[in-house]
């Protein structure tokens, strides 16, 4: 009997250290991190650029799977038409846009308000800006293009309330730190797991802009629609909520400009009304369909800062 009291003991002695360990853990995970936003944010804006193009090269060369993945999506994104030559050159371009992406976005939690606005345009904007007024939300969609938390801050900044459904990151100090540094740049996370739609719905109620990273189906129950003339399953998100809401969606995207800037575009909205069909499942893929059309047309206009390292679920047959 004494043993088994000594090992409750112990096992219950262990708890804190568990807790201890759990902790010293989870910064540890979150370390590189903060280190990459000092170092980042050291870096003179208009330099930035210069030091990705050291470093994409680099970083192409050290994943090979990436660098299929990469390759795949210029191969798409140019409708097949270019030479391996060609994709091979773009596919580095791409990497070059990816590390230029990361380095602003961990400087920005330390920079000054003032900076988002540095060498910084944009068009198709004052619809948008005119919708929201009178407190009304609206649904933006967009894509992994350039940087899209550079545009999404500014927005936050300078014209109206936004937040934005964000990826799940493990482990949780990890997704701890990237929902506290949305927040430090005024994009208000939501988090995908547990009742994103309800909560994507209050934001609009509340009148905020919700965005929609809509070019990559995490979840696997998207629509398949033509993207580049291929068959792609696409999220249906957007398309879906716009309907619930009665919401239109605003097709935009952020690129990056020479000397660190930015320049922001905004299309055309995608209103509920414009949807065609005799079910919802039917006007979930038309707007859908619209939706990426629209991204295609943001993608095409600068296909190596469309940052795609991951599988493109492109349908087969």
């Not at 043993?3 to 590189?32: C, N």
């Amino acid at each position: 009997m004494s043993k088994y009291f000594s090992a409750s003991k112990t096992l219950g002695d262990s708890g804190p250290s568990l807790r201890a360990f759990s902790r010293l853990k989870g910064k540890l995970a979150v370390f590189p991190y903060e280190i990459g936003s000092i170092l980042a944010s050291s870096i003179p804006i208009g330099f930035r650029p210069k030091v990705a193009s050291v470093i994409g090269p680099i970083a192409y060369l050290s994943s090979k799977q990436k660098r299929d993945y990469a390759l795949r999506a210029q191969q798409l994104a140019s409708f097949g038409r270019e030479d391996q030559r060609v994709l091979t050159r773009r596919t580095v371009a791409v990497f070059t846009s990816y590390v230029l992406y990361w380095l602003e976005s961990l400087a920005m939690p330390r920079s000054e308000r003032a900076e988002l606005l540095q060498n910084l345009s944009y068009e198709g904007c004052d619809e948008l800006v005119e919708y929201l007024q009178n407190g009304r939300g609206a649904i933006l969609a967009t894509c992994h293009l350039g940087n899209w938390d550079w545009g999404g801050s500014w927005f936050a900044a300078y014209h109206h309330p936004l937040a934005a459904v964000v990826e799940n990151l493990k482990p949780d100090s990890v997704a701890e730190w990237f929902y506290s540094y949305r927040r430090e740049l005024g994009i208000d996370p939501i988090p995908l797991d547990g009742p994103v739609a309800a909560k994507v719905i209050q934001a609009v109620k509340d009148g905020k802009l919700v965005a929609l990273l809509s070019d990559r189906d995490l979840s696997g129950s998207g629509v398949v629609v033509n993207f580049f003339n291929e068959r792609v399953r696409m999220p249906s998100g957007a398309s879906v909520l716009s309907l619930r809401t009665k919401t239109p969606i605003f097709p935009a995207a952020v690129y990056q400009t020479p000397r660190g800037g930015h320049h922001v575009v905004f299309l055309d909205p995608i209103f509920p009304a414009d949807s065609v069909g005799s079910s919802i499942a039917e006007k979930v893929g038309y707007m859908t369909q619209l939706v990426t059309s629209a991204l295609e047309t943001l993608i095409a206009e600068n296909p190596t800062q469309w940052h795609v390292l991951q599988p493109l679920p492109i349908e087969e047959g």
